[in-house]
Structure formats: structure tokens, C-alpha cells
């Protein structure tokens, strides 16, 4: 965000002029959700104190109330950057300095008469541990959010004490209702804890040309880009229009994984599943999902019951023929049978392909196994897989996920999709995409399972490997979201999901208009 206002700013559009808009951003915001109320605005001395100031003036000539409480704001005219805060005296506004206030008995009575705060104090780049007076400002605002009713706060950029470079949450920082950031997201309001100190986040025009904006390859996935890419339906079409995908799943063990998997598969809209399988798996799997074909393949020993065979690759990879995607993983088991069966048949041409949990772990037990993925694959690790695959502890996959996804994308020549709060997903040319879905509704045994088959189904119908993973990401954390709000978070089963991915693609293919839980 810097580099782009340094360039809008060598181009004609001033750090003056962006500021200018800035300030009117916020203020439109506040007035649009909250009306003429009460304002106390927090300016601190940089640029985002001066977004701050130039926000008071626009709601003082609205017509609201406003009172501006600086800290270490020059307010001499020699360093009142643009005159802002001298505009502001011109216009009658209220200011005090805390400099001047040693006890906080001024920001305490105007607390009291507040019904928004406007947190302009820090900006984007500040980095360091709250302390001082700062922190002592901050306790004091903390302390008057208390009251009943309680004002709500309006953070300018971010919330002072975000770090929007890594995420880190200063413990002083204000917890705001809403957040107005320029131009672009950062970086801190995808990462936590940060990204529970945003609340609404509205992303607002500064000005800023858009072309520059195009260069950015790291963005948020919403209903509008889901929209464009979401396979067609039409209605002149017959079951082999939207592709065939073949799932390579299940053990005696995990029966379920085989059932979520292929049935989210048919829910994601592929015109035909079939599952690979084991017959014991077979057996159940077919009492509670008809629709399927399933190929059965013969089984081994293992430790917890039967696992698909390791001679079942060549049967598999001779049945892929016309098929547009292959799913390989789910609940498989972790044996050596499996192990086996999962580099033979990688070592074979195979469609586009997702590789989801123990399909994940027989990687590991291969000696240069980024070398043998299909050319079209996508490879769907938590946390812990992640952490196997790439032979690191899960701190450190944990200590920065964009960057780590990013590289290994590109170093093994994949998508990757990084799951976990704010699930990302990589693609080997250097995008990056970032779903802002959080919920407890998710974390539940099985989900996984139903995430790659959406992605599964997805790329049967045509869809390229990462736009698949970013929808199919999508919709299963909609899904998730929905099933939170309609059930509850707790007590919601993976299968849960499955009902609720076709209504949402229903209603993305019938509304112009974002669909409820997508980012702004």
C-alpha cells in the first residue's frame, strides 16, 4: 500500500489529495450507519491522524457533534500538515491535547458524551509495543467503552495496535465495530489475532488509479469473483456437459469420508461420481448414496481394518480414461499398501487432481514427491500436513501461511490450499487468495472430506485448478457460515454441508448482488 500511494503520488494524485478523500471515506461511513451522533476522534501525528482530522471536519459540516483529542499532534501552524487542525479551530470544533491532560479528566467527560469514537491514533505502519501514555490513553477510551450505552469505534486504516504486516495484536488495541481502509485490504485484517480487532471492514475509493491496482496479485475471495467463476449451467444439457470425476477414497476404518467427498461431489454439480473403493467401503457407502458408479477395487490388510490394495492403481488409472478429474485421499488409511498405491498411480497420466489427507501423507513417504504430481493438481493440507510435506514444524507453518503457500506453490508447481481460519489458497504464478471465514461451525471430522469434493466436482466441470480451489474454498466455507446461523455453531456434522452448496450457488447464479458472509 505504500509502493501504490508513492506511485499514485508521483503520477498527480498527492498524498494530500488521497488524505483529503480518506478523511471523507470514514465520515460517509459513520454518517451512513449511524447518522448525526456524537463523535470524539483520536488523532495521533502521523497520516493517520490527519485522515482522522480531515474526517471531523467532514462531520462537523454534516452536522454532527465533534470533538478531536490529540496525541503528540504538532498543532502550530508551522507543522500542521495541509492545516488541518487549524481548519478545524477555524470551524469552532472542540480539540484538547493529552499533553495537556495529564489525568485523562477531559477525554473521560467527552467519553461519556459519545456515541462513536474515531480511533486515527496509529496507522498501517506502526510496528512497536504500546507503552507510555499511549497505552495509558488507550486503557482510559477502554475503560469508558464500559458505560451503558456503550459508543461504538470507528477505526481509521486499521485499529491502533494492529500490526498489518503480521497480524500481531497489541493488547492495548481498541476493539472496533467498524473498520475504513484505502484503497486496499491489508495484510493484518486477514491474519490473527488482527483480524479480530476489525469488525465490518469497508474498503473505500482514495483515488488511487486502477491500473495500479491490477498489479496486486494477493486479494480476497467474495461473492462477486466466485460469481464470474462458476460453471455454467445451461439448460440444454445432458449429464457427460458437466464432466466425470472418479474419487480414490475410503478404508474400513473411515466409511465416511468416501459418502461426504463423493456426495459433495455431486452437490458441487459434476454430471457423473464415481467411487473407487474397497467392497467393504462399497457396501455402506452405496446403502446411503445411490447415485454414484463405483468401481471396486481389491484390498490389502491393514492395522485397523481393509485398505485399498496397492496393485488397485493400475484398475484405477485404466478406468480414468474420459474422466475430468480425480480425487485421491479421503480417509484412505496411512499404510504401506496405501502408500504404495498412491505412487503407482501417480506414476501414471492422470486428469486434474486433488489430493486431500492421507493422499497427503503417502506424499511424504516418496523421495521427490513434487516431482510426480499431474500437471493439474491440487494439494489441500492443514496445518500439521502442511507442516509433513514440507518438512517443518507446524510453528512455523503456522508463523506466516500466505508466504509459505505462495512458495510452495511455485516450488512444487501446484495449487495449494492452506486450510485453517482464513483458509488461503496459492497458485504456482504467484496469486494468492484469502478466504475470511472463521467459524467453529467448520471445525467438526469430515469437513475436510467435503471441501475436496466440491474442489473434485468443480474441476470435472472445466474449471482450472486454483479458480476450482478458491470456489470450491468458497462455498464450503458459506456453507459453514450458513450452517452456523441456521443450526448453531456447535453440533453442526459435516454433512450438514451438503444440502446447503447447491442454494448457494443458486443463489449466486440468480443475484447480481453479494450473497450474505462474502468480504467487501
Known sequence: MQALERRADATGHSFAAMMELAGRRVAEAILARYGRVSCLVLAGPGNNGGDGLVCARYLHEAGAAVRVYLWKRPTDPTHDYEGHYTKLTMLGVPAARAEDDPDFLTLRDWLEAAGVIVDALLGTGANRPITGQLADLLTTVR????????????????ASGMNCDSGALDPHTLSPTLTVTFACAKRGHYLFPAAEAVGELVVADIGVNATLLEEVQTFVLDAALIRQWLPPRPAYSHKGAFGKVMLAVGSEAYPGAPYLASAA?????AGLVTVAAIRSVWALVAAKLPEPTYLLLPDAPGPNGAVIAAEAAGQVADALAGYQ?????????????????????????????????????????????????????????????????????VATVLSDRWELARRMAASWQCTVLLKGPYTVIAAPSGELAVLPVATAALASAGAGDVLAGVIGGLLAQGMAPFAAACTGAWLHGM????????????GVTASDLLAVLPRLQ???????????????
Request: aromatic share 2%.
Open 143 to 158: 475503560q469508558g467503552l464500559q458505560s451503558a450505552p456503550a459508543p461504538v469505534v470507528v477505526a481509521v486504516d486499521c
Open 265 to 269: 461431489a455431486g452437490r458441487a454439480g
Open 325 to 393: 478429474a480425480l480425487v485421491l485421499g479421503c480417509g484412505l488409511g496411512n499404510t504401506p499398501a496405501t502408500q504404495r498405491f498412491v505412487a503407482d498411480l501417480l506414476a501414471q497420466p492422470l486428469p486434474a487432481t486433488v489430493i486431500d489427507a492421507d493422499g497427503l501423507n503417502a506424499l511424504t513417504a516418496q523421495p521427490d514427491w513434487s516431482q510426480r504430481l499431474p500437471s493439474q493438481c491440487v494439494l489441500t493440507p492443514h496445518p500439521a500436513e502442511m507442516a509433513r510435506l514440507c518438512g517443518m514444524s
Open 479 to 490: 456453507a459453514g457460515m450458513t450452517c452456523a446461523e441456521e443450526i448453531g455453531v456447535a
Open 506 to 520: 443458486q443463489r449466486l447464479r440468480r443475484s447480481s448482488t453479494s450473497v450474505t458472509g462474502g468480504a467487501e
